[in-house]
């Protein structure tokens, strides 16, 4: 089953592009399909319909419904990056 990733940041562009490349080569390496969406913070909202993951590099304080959160800095920062990595594949295998 194709897993809805959406990949936000606070401009849409550099962070959640680096979050999204990592997100595809893990999902990849696992064999997990994936549907990926890459919006601003605020536009989170207008794509979860049917979302499995949100991973945000920008701070989030807020819930969107059952669906997982996750803080993507370690993408950028390079800091706790692995722990994230078992994370999102515990989530996307739930």
């Known amino acids: ?5 959406i990949v ?4 849409a562009v550099a962070t959640s592009t680096l ?10 390496a696992h064999s997990i399909e994936v549907d990926l ?7 989170i ?3 979860m319909d049917g979302a499995h993951l949100i ?3 920008a701070r ?3 819930k969107f419904g059952d669906i997982p959160l996750v803080h993507g800095m370690p993408f950028i920062s390079g800091v706790g990056m692995d722990a994230l990595r078992e994370q999102i594949l515990t989530l996307l295998q739930e």
């Not at 936000?8 to 401009?11: E, L, S, T, Y």
């Not at 969406?37 to 536009?43: A, L």
């Open 1 to 5: 089953m194709k897993r809805k990733i």
């Open 8 to 11: 936000a940041c606070g401009g």
């Open 19 to 28: 979050a999204a490349e990592e997100i595809k080569e893990l999902c990849a």
């Open 37 to 43: 969406v890459q919006c601003r913070v605020t536009e």
């Open 45 to 47: 909202e207008t794509y």
């Open 55 to 57: 991973c945000t590099t």
């Open 60 to 62: 989030v304080d807020r």
